[in-house]
Structure formats: structure tokens, C-alpha cells
């Protein structure tokens, strides 16, 4: 095959596929199962032929003369391409092999269509294709949280796409403003420094990007999602696809698209982005009491990490970012992953019905856990190695707060992550889980696999690092991998101090609360000013739907009574009142004299007249 | 055979067919629809003719006189904006008197209803190839009476009062458009818009002509009559939405202010912001209302405003998207409002708040309700996108950047009164009795839905042939 029209394999194949795996018939489940199977192996397959075949690129003439459809396998768009098609293959395995979920038709069909439209997003090579890809996942993504049995589904699938779809718009605008600077919606050759109206197209380009990546402040949808999606569609996109794709435009912002010096406003203001979404989501992480919000939340704080990481705009730092969207992917995956077999099993996510299941479910515990600790940054692990790389680009960018707030965040991070690994398989035994199992192999494979995961890139981060530093432009040659696990240094003592702080912060927790490990956080949820701010926001005060729709509600109301039902008013008086009123009056003339009607006539002659002598 | 042979086909097959079908009526009932039908169909393909015409000619456009009093020839202009348009009219013309077989074949007095629809179309075909002022009134007036009929088509007096109201409002308009078109033949001389390109016309002559196009495209403060037309039966508020009649006053401001006349420095200002303010407040209705057919009705309020967004630009892109806004809205707008049909006929109701979970009773209808609100938003692959991305991306190129992003907020807006409506109807508690309807009514729909995405898929086609519309379009004033 021509190897420019293999480009389009993996964006249309997919599609092809989810057509027809809705069409397989109820009774042969079985067969519709190892078909999507079969399909994201292939496709994978083919994204790593395109992985390795280098800058692959189609071009040709769109709907108008000066657009072009250009779709463009460069460096960074390949590495992207081969997780988004990794992660599908797991998540389809651990779905199909759930069988009686019976919603598996969709979800395999609008899986397969999500990996198509997310691999075109990466491929394009011009604003509108990238566009057309990025707002279509807006379709799927209502589609997946619409597929949750809970009765609030529907609603969380407006709200993610309101939220979501809001930035999307953003990135509308963002683009447009930018062709109005360059003249063309191709991708630029080179990057625009942030000024004027190219600062406004940045504001929203990364507005379009970090809503994408789930940060604050257009998150709110991911925890309610969390509870009234599926848990596979959490581990799929808002745990690993969505986070490879706004992270992977922010990078082409940063990097390809507008120059960003470190140190500059750009840059100050997306760390500052950053760490408030890394501080604020872990903090309220650490007070959940059901796994699938609290993971909920890390996945908004991680993102915190990426972008800080980014937005220093120092090599170690973008590096580190983007190296850290691949681990949290990874490990996220299978956080959501555990969760979902702990479910499965026990038919809670409740960490207070939920305790002692290490023995019962022990490959499910020891991923659980490897990944938990990878995620809050544990020596030697892949979380360790990024976030030290995200610290060191925000201690070398001279901005030490930023390093304090990743800090911050590993502290709540760990003490959260222990609190729920304590309260699901340590601890008391429930009565009602003894007979409780490990799941099946097809649903533990793909744990594994991304638990090694974790392992292998941080024992051996020099291949990630590697394909991550040969894939974006950043000046010469790095290898951050030699220093990748050195312990001897002051940022990573801060480190380990923190983890240590906050291991006692759980331990003290815990005992504090009567060795109840779900309530060992509670010690920071009732310190008293910051009680009243988790109040708040369990009430939904900063959730920006919420807020938004209130706004929207009394902003119609005052537009529906102030000028549709007042124009509508002078129309009912000036035109239907009068007009029944002037019929009834020539009506009350008529009454079938004919004297009266030819003194009407006289009269009207005699008018006419005298209008026209006049004029 | 000859391009103004096309062309006088597509203006007189239907207004003369029209004059025919109770003749028809006279013959059968059957035979009656199926002339209906044959009518609408013919004047869908005569436009293909003029298309293939216009697409090979070495000229921009066509121009024919046929002489009746002096100055007010009947002049045909035959361009690949009128043809683009009559073509988009046309076809959902054709599809809405399909649907209207079964939708309409329990009620009296049909033969009113198909030579009215009929009719209608044809006065539509006509507005369209008018190269004269004086004819361009004329369809505009013989547009308005058939709707008139056809609001109170089904004689109840609250109707009747809401049909004189639509048409006492469009009439209105008309009327004090035709004052503006005497200000400019009083300048010009003539009626002929081929022979006043780049003449300066007076601000009041706009303004006087603006109010008759934002009368009948339904713009505010002029639009209320539009809600009040839901009474009408699905059908014939389809056409009043979606095809024909509010298309008509962004039709004739392209024809006029893109392609006759420059619009003075002050009406640039305020154009983009009256029709913005006209969506946002009709959006916000929209999040009000509880009716199916009036928050679909301010949905079309709301989007016209893009429409003459993107004429008003008056950039290659702008006006493109413009074109393909009639052409995208048209066909998610028909599909909404005879979905909305089917809803009442199956449920005999249309309060979101007695409606709800009649997914699983009426799944094809719900599927392409779905489809075509995802056009309405704007959400790619579907059609809407690419005319909604256009439109903002003109406002930009204009100028106007503020203006794009309360357009793109009336985009939020619209995403969430539809969703507001579609989970009304469709998911949540079952709370009344409904059925699918029947399989010519789902057919329509579907097709509806299905050519709203293959027109995003297939932009290509459809894309290149509106730039080429809004090159000949902007080619007049420059």
C-alpha cells in the first residue's frame, strides 16, 4: 500500500469497524468481542508501521481553494498515535471480557470511533482537520458518560459536553484568530511570539487544550462522570486519551505554534494554571470516600503536573510533562481499571463497604498499589522520574513556588492514595466480601501490563525519554534518563520528605479516627477554614456548570421577559388588538343600506379628489 | 435545451402546478398527492439543469429579459447563488410534501394545503431568480399569503388570529421595503439590481429594506410572529423555517447588500450586532419555552443570525459559510420540526414537561432528532459545522473578533436548550404513550438526519460550489 494513504488507515478503519461491530447481532456477542479485539490489535499494528515508517504526510485541496486536508504523521503525532491505539487495545480487551455488561455494543462501537477521531486529531496537519476530529470526540465523549445506568447520566453527559464543548469553541475562536494573523489554517512553519492578538489566540488555544486534559476550571464534569459512567470509559478517556491529546496539542501550542520563553507571562501564567489545578484537585481527592471520584480528581491534578511542566518552557520541563502525560495515562488506566474489578466484584466503589480484599483479590492489590504508589511519585517508579523532571524545569525557571506546589501535591497525592488502598484491601474484612474473588485473566491482563508499565519506565525511562525528546523540538540533544532515579539532590530530599509527612499525615489520620483508614483524611477536611472551603465546594459553589447554568438560567429568563415576550406584547396590542378593533369598527359600518354605501362612496370620490388637486 | 427554459420551468411548474391541484383533488385523492409530489420533484430537478448550466457557462451569470410594462421587466437572473439556493429549497420542498402524504391525510381540506405548499415553493423559486426589485415583492408577497393560508390551516380562531399577526408582521416588513426600493429606484431609475451594482444607496433606503428582510427572516425585534406560527401543521412550519420562508430575507439581503449595493459605514457597525443580540435573545427564549415547536422556532431566530453574520462580512469565507448555513440549516431545521411531527402525531402532545423516555418507543425519530440538533450546534462531522466555523471564522477576517465569540456563545447557548429539549422529550421518566411514526414519516426524517452528515463529510462538494457562490456574489461590488 502507498504509504501516504496508510495515514488514513487508522482514522478510518476504526470508524468502519464501530459501524460494524453495531451491526453484529445480539447472539453472537461472543464474535462482536474478539472482532473489536482483533480490530484495535490491527490498527495498533498499523500505528506502529506509521511509527516507524517517519514523517508520513497526505495533503489535497478541502471545501475551499485556500483550505487544505492535510493529515501529517510527524514525530510527536506518531508517538501520540501508538498509546492512543495501546490503550484502546487494553481497554477493549478488559471490555469485552465482561460479557454481560449490557452495553457492550455501544461502548466497543463508540470506542472504536473514539480511537479513529482522536487518531485524526493527532494527524492533522492543518487548524480545521485538527478541528474537525477534536470537536467530533464531543460526540462519543456524551455518548460514553450516556452509557452509565445511573439516572443522573444523561445529565453529566450534557455537562461534559457543555464543558468540554465550551472549549472546543475557544479553540474556534483561537484558531480563527490566528489565520487572521498568518493567512492560513495549515499548521505554521514557524511559531508567532505572544502579542497582541496572538496572546488573545494563545489564551484560547490553551483554553481548548487544558479543557481537553480535564483542568481546572472546566473539570467539574469528570468526577460526576465518574460515578455515572461506565468505569472503562474513566479509564479510557479521562484517564489516558483525553490527557494524550490536550497535552499533545498544548505541547504543539508551546512549542510549534507560538514561542514561549521561560519566564515570560505565557509561561508564568500556564504554571500558575497548573499548580492551582494540581493544589486544588488533589485537595479535594483527599476527602473523597468513593475510589472512583477520588481517582476522578487525580486525574484533573495530574494534568496539573503536565502543564506546569510544560509551561516552564525549559527542556527538562516539557520533557517531564510530556513524559508524565504517558505515565499518568498508564497508570491512571489502571487505577480505573482496579477500581472497576473491585466493583465488579464487590458491587461497591464505596471505600466505607469496601477493606481487607488484598488476600481475596491479590493481582488486583498488587497493581492497585503499584500503581497508586507510582502515581504519587514513589522511588523508583515511572511517576517518580516525571514529576522530578516537572520540579526541576519549575526550580530551574526561577519560579520555586510552582516546585512547591507539585509538593503540595505529592503530599495530598500519597495520603490519599493510602488512605485508598488502605480502606479497599487492608484493614477490616466486611462480612458481606468473603466469598469475594479476583476477576477473570482478560480483565487483570491489562493491569498487569500497565503496572509493569510503571516499573519498566521508571527502572528504564531512557526508551520513553528517548522517544519523547526525539519527537518535539527543543534545541539540541538531552538525555534526562542518566540522571532519571539520582536521589542525591535537594529537590528530590523535598521530595521524600513529603511522602514520608505524608504517610505519618495518614497514619495520624487513621489512628485519629479509630483506625478507619476511609476517614483518615478527615483530620484535614475539619481543620477550620479549610472545612468551610470543602463545604463549598461540595455544594458546588466552584463548579463552573453549575455556577454557568445559573448564570445562563437568569440571563435568559431576564432576555425572555426583557425583550421577546415585550416585543411580542407591543405586537399583540399595536397589531392583533387594533387590527380586531378597526375590523369591528368598518365591520359596524356595514350593515346593508344601500343609501349608506353610496354616501361612503360619494364621499370617498370627494376625497380622492381633492388628494389629487393637492398634490 | 435552453437555460431560461430551466428557469421559467422552476419559477411556473410549481406557482401554475400549483393552480391545478384541486383540479386534481377532483380527480382522486391519490392522484391529487401524487401530482403534489410530481410538482415538487420537477421543481427540485429543473435547478440540477441550471446548475449544470452555470457550473459549464464562461460567464458568471445568466441575465433574461422579458419584457411586460417599462421598468418593470421580468427579469430571471440565474447565478450559482440562486441556483445553490433554489436547489437547497427545492429539495427540502420536495421532502416536506412527501412527508406531508401521511402527516396531513386525516385532515380536511387538502387540496388547499398541497396548492398553498406547492405554491410556496414556487413563490420561493421565483424570489430567487428575480433580477428585479418590483418581481423580487411580488414572490415576497405571494410567499407571505401562502403562508398566511397555512398557518390557519386548521381554522381554530386562536390560529386564525396567530396567522394575521404573521402576516400582518411580514406584510409590514414588505411594505416598508418597497418604500426603501422606490428611495433607490428614485436614484437608479430602474428596478434592474444587474444594472445598480456599487450605487450609493442612502442609509434610510437600507434601513427601510432591512426591515422587510428582518421581518421575514424572523430577526428581532421583528421575530415573534415566527413562534406563533408553530400552530401551523409540522409540515408547513418546516417550510416556514427550515426551506423557504425565513431564508427568503437572508436571500434577499446576499442578493442586495453582497451583491448590488455597499452597505454605508454605519450599518456596518450595527448589522452584526443587531443579529447577534437577535440570537442571544432568542437563544434565551429557547432555555424559557417549553413547547417543541416554539423553542425550535427560536432556535431558527437564533441561527438566521449567523446567516446574515455571514453575509454581512461580506469575505469569501463569511459569505461561503453563509450559503452553506441555508443549506445545513435547512436540512437539521426540517429534520427537528418534522421529527417534532411525528412526536405530536405519536404523542398528541408537544410540553417537554408531558413528554419524556420515548426513546425507546420512537427510537429512529430520536436518533435523527439527535443528529440534527449535533448540526444545529455546529458539531463536526455533521454539516453545521463546517457553515458555523465559516461564518465565525469571516467575523474575524471582518474584524469583528467580539462579535465571534458571542457568536460561539450562542453556540453554548444552542447546545444546551437542545439537549435541554431532546432529553426532555426522549430520556428521563416515560410519561405518555407514544408511537413511531409512520415509515414514509421516519424515512424523511432519516434522510434528513443522514444528509446532514454526509453533507460535513462530503463538504468538498458542497463547500467548493458556495465559495464559488460567494466569489460571483462579492464579484458585483468590486
Redesign the interface.
Given at each position: 500500500m502507498n504509504v501516504n494513504l496508510l495515514i488514513f488507515l487508522p482514522i478510518v478503519a476504526p470508524v468502519i469497524c464501530g459501524i460494524l461491530c453495531w451491526l453484529i447481532p445480539e447472539h453472537m456477542k461472543k464474535i462482536r468481542s474478539i472482532f473489536a479485539v482483533l480490530c484495535t490489535m490491527t490498527i495498533g499494528w498499523v500505528s506502529w508501521k506509521i511509527f516507524v515508517s517517519g514523517n508520513v504526510s497526505f495533503t489535497t485541496?478541502?471545501?475551499?481553494?485556500t483550505i487544505n486536508f492535510s493529515l501529517k504523521a510527524g514525530d510527536l503525532s506518531r508517538f501520540i498515535l501508538l498509546w492512543i491505539w495501546g490503550f484502546s487495545f487494553l481497554i477493549s480487551i478488559y471490555v469485552s471480557s465482561r460479557m454481560y455488561f449490557e452495553r457492550l455494543r455501544e461502548f466497543l462501537t463508540y470506542l472504536l470511533i473514539t480511537a479513529g477521531l482522536a487518531s485524526g486529531a493527532v494527524l492533522a496537519d492543518s487548524f480545521?482537520v485538527l478541528?474537525?476530529?477534536w470537536?467530533?470526540l464531543?460526540?462519543t465523549l456524551y455518548l460514553f458518560v450516556a452509557l452509565g445506568s445511573s439516572e443522573n447520566s444523561?445529565?453529566t453527559a450534557?455537562k461534559s459536553?457543555?464543558l468540554v464543548?465550551?472549549c472546543d469553541?475557544?479553540l474556534?475562536?483561537g484558531i480563527?484568530?490566528y489565520?487572521?494573523i498568518t493567512g492560513s489554517f495549515d499548521f505554521p512553519v514557524h511559531p508567532l511570539c505572544i502579542k497582541g492578538?496572538a496572546g488573545?489566540s494563545f489564551i484560547l488555544m490553551v483554553i481548548g487544550a487544558t479543557g481537553k486534559a480535564g483542568a481546572l476550571p472546566f473539570h467539574t464534569w469528570i468526577p460526576d462522570a465518574a460515578i455515572d459512567a461506565p468505569v472503562s470509559f474513566m479509564a479510557y478517556l479521562p484517564g489516558s486519551l483525553e490527557k494524550l491529546l490536550g497535552i499533545y496539542l498544548l505541547t504543539r501550542i508551546c512549542l510549534d505554534f507560538f514561542t514561549i520563553t521561560p519566564g515570560s507571562m505565557a509561561s508564568i501564567g500556564l504554571m500558575t494554571l497548573g499548580a492551582l489545578t494540581i493544589v486544588i484537585a488533589v485537595s479535594m481527592a483527599l476527602i473523597q470516600k468513593d475510589v472512583k471520584r477520588l481517582l476522578s480528581y487525580h486525574a484533573i491534578s495530574q494534568v496539573g503536573y503536565m502543564i506546569v511542566g510544560i509551561g516552564t518552557g525549559i527542556p527538562a520541563g516539557i520533557v517531564g510533562g510530556l513524559f508524565h502525560m504517558l505515565n499518568n495515562a498508564v497508570y491512571k488506566s489502571a487505577l480505573f481499571l482496579g477500581a472497576g474489578s473491585v466493583e465488579l466484584k464487590t458491587k461497591t466503589t464505596d471505600l466505607k463497604s469496601l477493606g481487607g480484599l488484598y488476600n481475596q483479590m491479590p493481582v488486583t492489590g498488587i497493581c492497585f498499589l503499584i500503581c497508586s504508589a507510582a502515581i504519587s511519585g514513589l522511588w523508583p517508579l515511572n511517576g517518580y522520574v516525571s514529576k522530578e523532571m516537572v520540579i526541576h524545569g519549575a526550580l530551574e525557571s526561577g519560579y520555586k513556588i510552582f516546585a512547591v506546589a507539585s509538593w503540595i501535591g505529592a503530599i495530598l497525592t500519597f495520603a490519599s492514595f493510602l488512605k485508598a488502598s488502605h480502606s479497599i484491601f487492608f484493614g477490616e474484612k466486611k462480612e458481606n466480601l468473603k466469598e469475594v474473588k479476583d476477576s477473570n485473566v482478560a480483565i487483570l491482563f491489562p493491569m498487569i501490563l500497565l503496572a509493569l508499565l510503571c516499573i519498566f519506565f521508571g527502572l528504564y525511562s531512557k526508551l520513553p525519554l528517548n522517544m519523547i525528546t526525539g519527537a518535539i523540538n527543543i534545541g539540541q540533544h538531552h538525555d534526562f534518563s542518566e540522571h532519571a532515579l539520582n536521589i542525591f539532590n535537594m529537590a528530590s530530599g523535598i521530595t521524600f520528605a513529603c511522602l514520608i509527612f505524608a504517610f505519618l499525615l495518614h497514619r495520624y489520620g487513621w489512628l485519629k479516627a479509630g483506625k478507619k483508614a476511609y476517614l483518615a483524611s478527615e483530620v484535614v477536611h475539619n481543620l477550620p477554614a479549610i472545612k468551610t472551603l470543602y463545604n463549598l465546594a461540595e455544594k458546588r459553589v466552584f463548579d463552573l456548570y453549575v455556577q454557568g447554568?445559573k448564570l445562563?438560567?437568569a440571563?435568559?429568563?431576564?432576555?425572555?421577559y426583557g425583550?421577546?415576550?415585550s416585543?411580542?406584547w407591543i405586537?399583540?396590542k399595536a397589531?392583533?388588538n387594533s387590527?380586531t378593533r378597526a375590523i369591528s369598527s368598518l365591520r359596524s359600518v356595514h350593515r346593508g343600506n344601500a343609501t349608506q354605501y353610496v354616501t361612503w362612496i360619494f364621499v370617498g370620490v370627494v376625497i380622492v379628489t381633492i388628494f389629487m388637486l393637492i398634490f | 435545451m435552453e437555460t431560461s427554459f430551466f428557469a421559467l420551468g422552476t419559477v411556473f411548474v410549481p406557482i401554475l402546478g400549483s393552480l391545478t391541484i384541486p383540479l386534481a383533488g377532483l380527480v382522486s385523492k391519490s392522484f391529487r398527492n401524487f401530482w403534489a409530489v410530481v410538482l415538487a420533484v420537477v421543481t427540485f430537478i429543473l435547478p440540477l439543469f441550471l446548475m449544470r448550466d452555470v457550473l459549464q457557462a464562461s460567464t458568471d451569470k445568466f441575465i433574461f429579459y422579458y419584457p411586460t410594462i417599462p421598468n418593470f421587466d421580468f427579469i430571471l437572473l440565474i447565478d450559482s447563488f440562486s441556483v445553490f439556493v433554489s436547489l437547497v429549497s427545492s429539495f427540502i420542498g420536495a421532502l416536506i410534501v412527501l412527508y406531508s402524504i401521511d402527516y396531513i391525510s386525516h385532515n380536511e381540506n387538502q387540496n388547499e394545503y398541497y396548492m398553498m405548499v406547492v405554491m410556496f415553493i414556487g413563490s420561493m423559486m421565483g424570489l430567487v431568480f428575480s433580477g428585479s426589485l418590483i418581481f423580487m415583492y411580488l414572490f415576497w408577497e405571494i410567499a407571505a399569503i401562502c403562508s398566511w393560508r397555512l398557518i390557519g390551516f386548521y381554522r381554530h380562531p386562536l390560529h386564525i388570529?396567530k396567522a394575521?399577526?404573521s402576516f400582518?408582521?411580514t406584510f409590514?416588513g414588505a411594505v416598508v421595503m418597497l418604500f426603501g426600493f422606490i428611495q433607490i429606484y428614485d436614484c437608479t431609475h430602474t428596478f434592474n439590481i444587474t444594472m445598480m451594482q456599487n450605487v450609493p444607496v442612502s442609509s434610510l433606503a437600507i434601513f427601510l429594506i432591512l426591515i422587510g428582510m428582518f421581518s421575514k427572516s424572523a430577526t428581532?425585534?421583528l421575530?415573534?410572529?415566527l413562534p406563533d406560527a408553530g400552530v401551523a401543521p409540522s409540515t408547513v412550519t418546516s417550510l416556514l423555517h427550515a426551506a423557504v420562508l425565513v431564508k427568503i430575507g437572508v436571500y434577499a439581503y446576499a442578493r442586495l447588500f453582497c451583491y448590488t449595493f455597499n452597505i454605508p459605514g454605519e450599518w456596518n457597525i450595527a448589522i452584526p450586532v443587531l443579529v447577534m443580540f437577535s440570537s442571544?435573545?432568542?437563544?434565551?427564549?429557547a432555555?424559557?419555552?417549553y413547547d417543541i415547536k416554539r423553542i425550535l422556532a427560536?432556535s431558527t431566530v437564533s441561527q438566521i443570525g449567523y446567516i446574515f453574520l455571514g453575509f454581512w462580512t461580506k469575505t469569501?469565507?463569511g459569505v461561503?459559510g453563509g450559503a452553506l448555513f441555508i443549506l445545513m440549516h435547512g436540512l437539521a431545521k426540517a429534520g427537528l420540526f418534522l421529527c417534532a411531527g411525528i412526536i405530536e402525531h405519536g404523542t398528541g402532545k408537544r410540553d417537554i414537561r408531558e413528554l419524556g423516555g420515548l426513546f425507546k418507543s420512537m427510537p429512529f425519530t430520536a436518533i435523527s432528532f439527535l443528529a440534527c440538533i449535533?448540526s444545529v450546534?455546529g458539531?463536526?462531522?455533521f454539516g453545521g459545522?463546517?457553515s458555523k466555523?465559516?461564518v465565525?471564522?469571516g467575523?474575524?477576517?471582518a474584524g469583528r473578533?467580539g462579535i465571534?465569540?458571542m457568536g460561539?456563545m450562542v453556540?453554548?447557548?444552542t447546545?444546551?436548550y437542545l439537549?435541554r429539549l431532546f432529553?426532555g422529550v426522549f430520556?428521563?421518566e416515560n410519561k405518555t404513550y407514544g408511537h413511531e411514526g409512520s415509515k414514509l414519516m421516519v424515512a424523511i426524517v432519516l434522510i434528513l438526519a443522514i444528509l446532514s452528515l454526509l453533507c460535513g463529510v462530503f463538504?468538498?462538494i458542497?463547500?467548493?460550489f458556495?465559495?464559488i457562490s460567494a466569489c460571483q456574489l462579492l464579484r458585483g461590488i468590486r
Open positions: 485541496t478541502w471545501f475551499i481553494s480545521i478541528l474537525f476530529f470537536e467530533a464531543l460526540i444523561v445529565r450534557v459536553f457543555v464543548g465550551f469553541f475557544c474556534i475562536l480563527a484568530l489565520w487572521k492578538m488573545l447554568m445562563i438560567g440571563l435568559s429568563i431576564a432576555l425572555y425583550f421577546d415576550r416585543s411580542d405586537y399583540e397589531v392583533v387590527g | 388570529v394575521d399577526k400582518l408582521i409590514f428581532f425585534p421575530h415573534t410572529w442571544l435573545v432568542s437563544a434565551g427564549a432555555l424559557v419555552e427560536l469569501i469565507i461561503a449535533l450546534i458539531i463536526p462531522p459545522f463546517f466555523f465559516m465565525i471564522s467575523t474575524v477576517e473578533p465571534a465569540f460561539l453556540a453554548v447557548m447546545a444546551i439537549f432529553h430520556a428521563g463538504i468538498g458542497f463547500g467548493s458556495a465559495e
